[in-house]
């Protein structure tokens, strides 16, 4: 399938959604480099999808590159902020960070863009539950 998107993004070069694919399937096989390569094509073909900063994201994750990711997932939501896959990768990274409070309001907004999507409403869930802890524990240690 990946070479067959390769030839389809070599035969049509200004087709997004060509290059898109090859970086996702790219991603999909660990070819990091490659899927990079192909989606900052996408991007320059198309700066405002913010679906491609998504993308270009995902691949930062796979390379543990939390703050490229993040910034990305950023960009993406300044493109489109009704991008739920934006704000839930985005607190994916922050829960992470640890920032708990800040995945809280990433997911909150993922589950307002798609209250179906269960895993966002699970997701938000935790990260109350942890904030909950957190900021337990350090109330408790400032007043000991």
Do not use: C, N, W
Not at 10 to 27: E, I, K
């Amino acid at each position: 399938a990946l070479e067959y998107a390769a030839q389809a993004a070599r035969l049509a070069p200004r087709v997004t959604a060509h290059h898109v694919l090859v970086g996702r399937l790219s991603r999909a096989t660990g070819q990091l480099d490659r899927a990079l390569s192909e989606l900052v094509t996408a991007q320059s073909l198309s700066p405002t999808d913010g679906r491609v900063a998504v993308e270009v994201g995902r691949v930062h994750e796979e390379r543990r590159e939390l703050k490229r990711a993040l910034d990305a997932y950023q960009r993406a939501i300044e493109i489109d902020p009704a991008l739920a896959s934006a704000h839930f990768r985005a607190g994916l990274i922050l829960k992470d960070l640890k920032a708990y409070s800040q995945a809280a309001r990433m997911f909150k907004r993922a589950v307002e863009l798609a209250p179906t999507d269960s895993e966002a409403l699970h997701q938000l869930a935790a990260v109350r539950a942890l904030e909950l802890v957190h900021g337990g524990i350090a109330r408790a240690t400032v007043t000991s």
